[in-house]
């Protein structure tokens, strides 16, 4: 299981959600923030900070968003496991499917 | 009937710690050590990571979970074993190394793990853990060290900071801390380390020598408290103080830390002082010598005197942690008491011969008997 | 030289007796347990019944020559059956002026006493508190006083090994015992086999021993002070084989036997402690039963352990006395709360707090009944004899193991350091104890799709016993979670549930209720069966129970007597058997616990019999009471 950020997130980007996160496991997109679903500890410390309540447990994903499990997923495809996102800067990228629609 | 597992400690004809455990002969994840308990913590704790990085790091040791057995306290980590599917004891507060001692001694063929934390182990248990060290039972201790008491509602605990306002605190604590690597070599801990909650890699490696390791295997983890003694351990999490914070310990090479922001490397390193045998800090700086890296002090983990192992423990700070070494104090082999205690059994019963019903009639009838007709 | 009566000289007489108390009193340092013991084995190799009394201070060595360093053994021998160690010595042998002095009370007029007259000096009488020696002012004019110089006597004797005076002067009890083994004509072979066993190292030591030994006997059979030999003849005993046994002893037997009888290896979690300590060295030696001893850090640490082997599958057992179980009180209700097979021996001492660790008191049973936070019934078993305390504990483990529980073993100092014959049992008559350890799921679970799957609940009863399965680490498929903390009935989870809080813990206290199914009804002892008063006791009182029942009816008295082994649950007849009865009398080591119990059970009028002198209660004063309590309720005046 893990926690995961929906479309609520998109061009918004508060981050309180980044400074309650323990382990360092959510990382900036260009246009979203995305949580690596590996290395979330399902803490649930991000969830009550998230000012637009983009934030969900996995299981509690509401029906009409559970495609933003995937979204979260396919961010790391290419990056794996980076093991923090202080390490690396991904402001750049978004999900593959966020750049499709708004290339 | 089972294959014995065992991992490689890169020592010669010693016994790991899983010795005598059946291999679980498939391959099992994450998923398969993980209980359908909803997990209670408070949102944000540390204890979340160390969960994880357990129910990951169980699977690559490739025992079968029924025969691991997760045996904690009392605290906020205590309930630890809820959560994974293995078997369990929620225990009492302080004792679960002296349960864990009965289990470890009656059941060669379990891998036994002691869940405790800074007031369960220190204050309540300490008792059983120096005993337990002293003796070397063959279990893995993991003390997750929050600084605080949790469970009761923010307490300072036997490693709070001096000074430490908490409710029954309120004009500052007076009890100097424990320094737990410090203890438990002095308890004569054999393996003697320190990790923290939100490291996985680190932790994951550090609990794996650990479990490797045949003896009590004693593991620190700084665990943050995000109720009540919260940013206790930002200095070594900050990405920009941590490198100057953590002193991370590796077998086999020299000491150093702290990052230069221009070459990346480290500005710091350990010596010792030729004239007091202390341990100290020594400051590279960007233009560091020959001279200077040749007195850097060389991490051996293995050697059989501990003085040298507690005098880096010493570099942790007692009051806010600014700075603190990171990783296996000290590996060393001495025989386990569970090993001994059923060679003993062992060789005791082999000597007795004749089915148990006919020993025992022997047994009592034996001394000073007469029969009447 | 020591053979037979005929040898001795034409002036000797030899007197028949029925029964003889012997008192060996001295020093803590001048070895009067050890004589005493070897006494006690040569008239149980003789073939008397007999009971004995070890008393000893609780310092290894007190100052020489005081009061409080008196230790003494008490042994009791007859040519019947008989049940306690004796109130008052026939024979006192004091070895100083403390151990005459401690002593002299007990005795009653015309009693034999032997001195040590070397032993009276006047440094020791002062030490003792006497401002004359009694030897010469006439106060011991009513007794039938002997004075031997023990020790001159014996330094003579083995001059010829070149010890030092003062090991020479160390084996006068061995003089003492030869002197007492001819006055009442012991079998000596014993005796000198075992000094030869236990002094085989130094020999010096040894011929010294087994010299002053048979001089003591030349002596009893030369010298014109002992002119009377006694005779006490064999007493008629059930065939069989027989040795004479301590309680500590029987009860590490017990366990032995428990464990063979149930496939389940002990192991000991246990931290010294006196009286118990025995147990943990009895049973230390015993690793060839896959025993395994462990000495813990503490007391705490010795019942964590016992609970950690139990979840392992082993037998877990703690040994310890009154102190210790304050000490253990959290983890035996971890143990309740887990269901766990648990023995808690606890060899009882006299209390508060240290109390007096070397007597016997029976003050713990309201521990080991509410000595727990919550709701923690926990059964309790106490055994009547030395050699009952193997019987015991073989039942106790019976109830621990069957039940899923801890069980409490009452014993006391006396039990553990009296000793008596025991018949040697057939172990092929011993129980035999089944762990049934659980070995798969027991209950299926139906999803939402109608799908079935089987699975393990924890918490799943027995119907009959109310207990939990066993299911052990390494048993795959079983995998859970016990802890303190309430469980869900079955399944075993945590549970904050407030019905299910009252449905655990009356499930609990019901399943240690359910232990009565199994009990045999109680046997009242009422032969007339005209008895208006029941003497009702548990534990070490037996003894002294039954003789002063026996002194009661030998004066022409109705009375029954019964004797409790469960005290918690009571048998199931206990409250039919106490309501047949006017009077219930309750002689108790304690202020009145097994008392207060049956009152607020069966709301009887159970009238206290109450001693707590750290010492057995006296047959004669018991039997006054008994008496008394016959008298009015028969409606007859007082003499």
């Avoid at chain 2, 357990?54 to 205590?78: H, K, M, T």
């Avoid at chain 3, 006047?122 to 106060?139: F, I």
């Avoid at chain 3, 015993?286 to 082997?309: L, R, Y």
Wanted: net charge negative; proline share 6%.
């Amino acid at each position: 299981m893990t926690y995961v950020i929906a479309q609520s997130c998109v061009d918004v980007k508060d981050k309180a959600c980044v400074d309650e996160c323990p382990v360092d496991c959510i990382y900036e997109g260009k246009r979203m923030l995305y949580i690596h679903p590996d290395e979330c500890v399902d803490c649930g410390a991000c969830e009550p900070v998230c000012p637009v309540e983009a934030v969900f447990y996995e299981d509690d994903v509401p029906e009409e968003l559970v495609h933003c499990v995937e979204i979260n997923a396919s961010f790391f495809t290419e990056l794996g496991s980076p093991g923090g996102a202080a390490k690396i800067d991904t402001s750049q990228r978004d999900a593959p499917v966020l750049e499709r629609v708004h290339p | 009937m089972t294959q014995i597992s065992s991992t490689d400690l890169g020592l010669p004809g010693l016994r790991s710690g899983l010795d005598g455990v059946p291999s679980s002969g498939e391959k099992q994840t994450g998923k398969d050590f993980t209980s359908d308990q909803e997990v209670r913590w408070c949102p944000g704790c540390g204890d979340y990571a160390v969960l994880k990085a357990v129910q990951n790091f169980l699977p690559e040791l490739g025992i079968r979970r029924e025969n691991v057995v997760f045996i904690s306290g009392i605290g906020c980590s205590s309930r630890f074993p809820y959560y994974l599917d293995t078997y369990g004891m929620h225990s009492i507060h302080g004792r679960a190394p002296s349960i864990a001692t009965g289990l470890a001694t009656a059941r060669e063929d379990l891998s036994v793990f002691v869940v405790t934390g800074d007031g369960d182990a220190l204050s309540i248990g300490g008792n059983h853990l120096i005993h337990a060290l002293r003796r070397n039972v063959n279990m893995t201790v993991l003390l997750f060290n929050n600084r605080i008491y949790g469970l009761t509602k923010g307490q300072y605990s036997p490693t709070s900071e001096v000074g430490k306002v908490t409710k029954s605190t309120p004009v500052g604590s007076l009890d100097h801390p424990f320094n737990p690597v410090s203890l438990a070599l002095g308890a004569e801990g054999a393996f003697v380390a320190r990790t923290i909650d939100s490291d996985r890699k680190h932790l994951t490696s550090v609990l794996s020598a650990a479990a490797a390791h045949r003896g009590t295997s004693f593991v620190e983890i700084y665990q943050n408290c995000p109720i009540f003694n919260d940013g206790a351990f930002d200095a070594i999490k900050n990405p920009d103080t941590k490198a100057d914070a953590i002193i991370p310990l590796v077998h086999g090479a020299p000491i150093t830390f702290g990052k230069d922001k221009v070459t990346g490397k480290p500005t710091k390193g350990l010596i010792r002082n030729m004239d007091t045998g202390a341990i100290e800090v020594l400051d590279l700086g960007p233009a560091a010598d020959q001279y200077a890296k040749d007195l850097l002090l060389v991490h051996d983990a293995h050697n059989p005197d501990p003085s040298t192992a507690f005098a880096i423990s010493r570099l942790t700070d007692s009051g806010y942690l600014n700075q603190t070494p990171i990783g296996i104090f000290r590996q060393v082999e001495r025989p386990a008491y569970d090993d001994q205690a059923r060679d003993q059994i062992r060789t005791a019963s082999q000597a007795a011969t004749g089915a148990p019903t006919d020993r025992l009639s022997y047994l009592i009838n034996g001394g000073d008997t007469w029969t009447v007709v | 030289m020591y053979s037979t009566s005929e040898a001795s000289p034409r002036t000797k007489q030899v007197r028949q007796l029925d029964r003889v108390i012997i008192r060996f009193a001295g020093d803590s340092g001048d070895g009067m347990q050890l004589t005493g013991d070897r006494f006690t084995q040569e008239s149980a190799a003789f073939g008397n019944d007999l009971v004995t009394l070890p008393n000893f201070p609780a310092e290894i060595r007190a100052p020489q020559g005081t009061i409080p360093g008196v230790s003494s053994f008490q042994v009791h021998f007859a040519d019947h059956d008989i049940l306690t160690a004796g109130d008052s010595p026939d024979v006192l042998v004091a070895m100083n002026p403390a151990a005459l002095k401690a002593n002299l009370s007990d005795l009653a007029k015309g009693a034999a006493i032997i001195v040590d007259t070397h032993d009276f000096t006047g440094r020791n009488l002062t030490k003792a508190g006497y401002a004359t020696s009694p030897l010469d002012d006439g106060s011991l004019d009513e007794y039938d006083l002997h004075r031997v110089d023990l020790t001159g006597m014996t330094v003579e004797a083995v001059k010829e090994f070149g010890l030092s005076r003062k090991d020479a002067a160390r084996a006068k009890n061995m003089f003492a015992l030869g002197l007492l083994s001819w006055m009442y004509g012991r079998p000596t072979e014993n005796t000198v086999e075992f000094l030869s066993r236990k002094f085989a190292k130094v020999p010096d030591i040894r011929d010294a021993n087994i010299t002053a030994f048979k001089m003591g006997w030349n002596f009893g059979e030369t010298t014109e002070t002992f002119i009377v030999q006694y005779e006490v003849k064999p007493a008629a005993m059930a065939p069989g084989t027989y040795r004479n046994i301590t309680g500590n002893l029987a009860l590490a037997y017990g366990l032995v036997a428990a464990s063979v009888q149930s496939g389940l290896p002990i192991f000991l979690g246990s931290y010294p402690i006196t009286p118990a300590s025995d147990i943990l060295h009895e049973l230390s030696k015993h690793k060839g039963f896959g025993i395994t001893t462990f000495q813990a850090e503490d007391e705490i640490a010795g019942v964590g352990a016992a609970i950690g082997a139990s979840f392992a599958g082993q037998l877990g057992v703690t040994t310890t006395s009154g102190p210790g179980v304050a000490l253990k009180g959290e983890a035996i209700g971890l143990a309740v709360m887990t269901e766990l097979p648990l023995l808690v021996v606890n060899v009882q001492r006299g209390g508060p707090s240290t109390g007096l660790p070397t007597k016997t008191e029976q003050s713990d049973l309201l521990q080991a009944m509410f000595g727990r936070n919550g709701e923690a019934p926990v059964p309790i078993v106490a055994p009547q004899s030395p050699g009952d305390c193997f019987n015991a504990a073989l039942e106790a483990v019976r109830i621990a193991v069957t039940y899923r529980t801890p069980v409490m073993l009452l014993s006391d100092g006396y039990l553990a350091n009296g000793s008596e014959p025991w018949q040697v049992p057939d172990v092929a008559e011993l129980p035999v104890i089944e762990p049934n350890f659980a070995t798969g799921p027991n209950s299926t679970s139906t999803a939402a799709d109608g799908t079935t799957t089987e699975v393990f609940l924890p918490y799943k009863r027995d119907e009959a016993t109310l207990a939990r399965p066993w299911a052990i680490p390494g048993t795959a498929g079983l995998e859970h979670r016990i802890g303190g903390l309430e469980k869900g009935a079955e399944h075993g989870n945590i549970s904050y549930d407030p019905a299910n809080h009252d449905l655990m813990v009356r499930t609990r206290q019901a399943k240690i209720d359910r232990i009565a199914d199994s009990l045999p009804p109680l046997e009242v002892d009422d032969p007339s069966g005209a008895a208006k008063v029941l003497v009702l006791g548990w534990g070490s009182t037996y003894g002294p129970i039954g003789a002063g029942v026996r002194r009661v009816r030998k004066a022409g008295y109705n009375v029954a007597q019964t004797h409790l082994r469960h005290l918690n649950p009571f048998p199931k007849d206990l409250g039919d058997i106490l309501a047949r009865y006017d009077k219930v009398l309750v002689p108790e080591m304690n202020l009145g616990q097994l008392s207060m119990l049956l009152r607020a059970k069966y709301l009887v009028d159970a009238i206290g019999y109450n001693q707590v002198r750290g010492l057995p209660l006296k047959a004669a004063e018991l039997a006054e009471a008994i008496s008394e309590l016959v008298r009015s309720a028969e409606g007859k005046c007082l003499p």
